[in-house]
């Protein structure tokens, strides 16, 4: 049997509370998700610097610097991505009220590559908190650190509670929060 199931049954069963469709969860995610990167700036430095020697400017602009501006551009956006968008109505339709509704689909993984280890999960991941969607997070395990670091600290800031929207795969259970 997958040993996952039992992991996107319980996201999946978060996502069916509907907690994560309203606009006010999804923009505390993305302001604990912006705080992340505030106060483990040094920590994401240092696990770069191990996992792939970058230098502290190159990491800060591009992994930090990216991710910021993608937080800061849903939250300014995402008002305006949640309300519905009324279409034309044809003779059919005329009586109706015909409009477009923008539902999250439900649960969402995000495989991150080893080149740009925090980048390439953290924008996707403020893509699908924006969207209402729950996520699985698989770091790379060739960055190591960054996955460490990710499972480790990453918990506190997102939502962790009785039925979390979100969860990691990588790291043994012993090594994790």
């Known amino acids: 049997m997958n040993p996952y199931v039992g992991l996107v049954s319980s996201l999946r069963a978060a996502w069916l509370t509907g907690k994560t469709r309203a606009a006010e969860h999804r923009v505390s995610q993305l302001e604990a998700l912006r705080r992340f990167l505030d106060e483990k700036k040094q920590p994401i430095l240092d696990a770069m610097a191990s996992d792939m020697r970058k230098p502290s400017f190159e990491v800060e602009l591009s992994e930090i610097i990216l991710v ?8 300014n956006n995402l008002s305006s991505w949640m309300k519905d968008e009324f279409v034309e109505k044809n003779l059919v339709t005329q009586l109706d009220t015909a409009f477009i ?4 689909y439900g649960v969402v993984l995000i495989i991150g590559p080893w080149n740009y280890p925090l980048n390439l999960i953290l924008v996707p991941l403020v893509g699908v908190i924006a969207a209402g969607n729950c996520v699985i997070i698989k770091p790379s395990e060739i960055c190591s650190s960054t996955e460490k670091l990710l499972a480790e600290t990453l918990p506190s800031y997102l939502d962790n509670g009785p039925s979390p929207s979100w969860a990691r795969l990588g790291l043994p259970a012993s090594q994790g929060p």
């Open 68 to 75: 910021k501006n993608e937080i800061n551009y849903a939250l």
């Open 101 to 104: 509704r923008k539902e999250p």
